[in-house]
C-alpha cells in the first residue's frame, strides 16, 4: 500500500491535524494541479524585517543579528589548518511565530482551558511548548485556493478597520466570482488592509476589517482546511461585541471546527490579475510544540 501524508484511516473529532487532516487527500491534491495551467508561482508572503507589525502586548519584535562574520571564520579555518579562506556568515534571528505571513496552529487558542478536542491547555503547555496541536502537527497541504477581492465593499481601495464582512459578503463574492467552496479549500480574503503593513504598522495592528463568527462559520461549515487574509487576524477588530467578546473567530475556527488561520499575507498579486480560483502549497516549518510558523505560501495559476 501506498504511503501518504493524508491518511483519514484514524481521523476522529480529536485528531491533531483538524479540519486539514480530514479533508486532504490524494484528489483534492490533483484536483488543484489541474489548475495550474500557466506554471507561474505567485508568491503570497511578506518580508520580515525590523519594524515589522507585531502586537506589543502579546509579541517581541523581530529581532536579526550577526554571530558570524566570514572574516572570523575565515581566521578560525586558518587555525585549524586550511587554506582556501572559506568564511561561513550565520545570524540570530529573535522573533514569535506569529510575526510576519505566518499560519496559526490549532494549539494557538484556547476558551478558558478548553482546546481543539476538549484537550486542556493546562496539561498540553509545557517548558518546551506544546504537548499537542503544535504546528508540526499541520499537514503541507497542496490544494485549491479561492481569493475573494472585498476591498471594493463601501467603495474605496480598503476597508477600514473596524469593518465587518459578513457571511452575506461572503456569500455574494462567491457567487459574483461563480464560486463555491468545497471540502479541503483554503479561503483567501482581500481586504486591501495590507498595504499598512509596512507603509503604517501603527495603523496596520491598531484595528483591522475582517469576517465575524457567522461568517467563519459559513466557511468552516463548508468544510474548508485554512481561512487567511491581508490583515494581521483574519477576524474584524474590533468586534461588534467588543469588548465583552473578543477573538471570536479566532475561538471558533481554531479551537471548534479545528481550522487553521493564516494572516498578514499579500493578496495583491492575485487581485491585480483577478486570479480567484488556483493550486496553493501551504508547508509550515515542523516547530515541535510551537503555535505557530512563518509561512511563504506559494498559489500556481
Known amino acids: ?26 484528489k483534492t491534491t490533483l484536483d488543484a494541479l489541474s489548475l495550474v495551467l500557466e506554471g507561474r508561482v505567485i508568491d503570497l508572503a511578506r518580508s520580515v524585517a525590523s519594524g515589522a507589525p507585531a502586537n506589543p502586548l502579546l509579541m517581541t519584535p523581530f529581532t536579526m543579528s550577526p554571530t558570524v562574520r566570514a572574516s572570523d571564520n575565515v581566521a578560525m579555518r586558518r587555525a585549524r589548518g586550511g587554506i582556501n579562506d572559506a568564511g561561513a556568515i550565520l545570524e540570530r534571528i529573535g522573533m514569535t511565530t506569529h510575526v510576519g505571513t505566518h499560519i496559526d496552529a490549532l494549539g494557538h487558542f484556547a476558551r478558558g482551558d478548553a482546546m481543539y478536542g476538549n ?13 499537542d496541536l503544535g504546528v508540526e502537527h499541520i499537514p503541507p497541504m497542496v490544494t485549491r485556493g479561492l481569493c475573494l477581492d472585498m476591498s471594493a465593499l463601501d467603495d474605496g ?5 473596524g469593518r465587518t464582512i459578513s457571511r452575506v459578503d461572503i456569500e455574494a463574492a462567491l457567487a ?20 499598512f503593513y509596512q507603509d503604517d504598522p501603527a495603523r496596520y495592528i491598531a484595528s483591522e476589517p475582517g469576517i465575524d463568527k457567522a461568517a467563519a462559520k459559513f466557511l468552516t461549515d463548508a468544510r474548508v482546511i485554512a481561512i487567511g487574509a491581508d490583515t494581521m487576524a483574519v477576524e474584524v477588530l474590533p468586534g461588534a461585541e467588543f469588548p465583552e467578546v473578543q477573538m471570536p473567530v479566532h475561538l471558533h475556527c481554531l479551537v471548534d471546527a479545528g481550522v487553521n488561520l493564516i494572516e498578514n499575507l499579500d493578496l495583491t ?8 480560483s488556483f493550486c496553493i502549497i501551504v508547508a ?6 510551537a503555535t505557530g510558523s512563518p509561512l511563504r505560501p506559494l498559489a500556481l495559476v
Open 119 to 131: 484537550r486542556s491547555a493546562a496539561a498540553m503547555t509545557g517548558p518546551a511548548g506544546l504537548d
Open 269 to 276: 498579486p492575485l487581485v491585480a490579475e483577478r486570479i480567484t
Open 284 to 289: 509550515p516549518i515542523a516547530f515541535k510544540g
Open 1 to 26: 500500500m501506498t504511503s501518504c501524508l493524508h491518511d483519514h484511516s484514524d481521523w476522529t473529532p480529536q485528531h491533531s491535524g483538524g479540519a486539514a487532516a480530514r479533508y486532504l487527500n490524494p
Open 176 to 195: 459574483a466570482a461563480q464560486l463555491s467552496v468545497q471540502a479541503g479549500d483554503v479561503v483567501f480574503i482581500h481586504t486591501g488592509w495590507g498595504q
Open 157 to 161: 481601495e480598503y476597508l477600514e478597520g
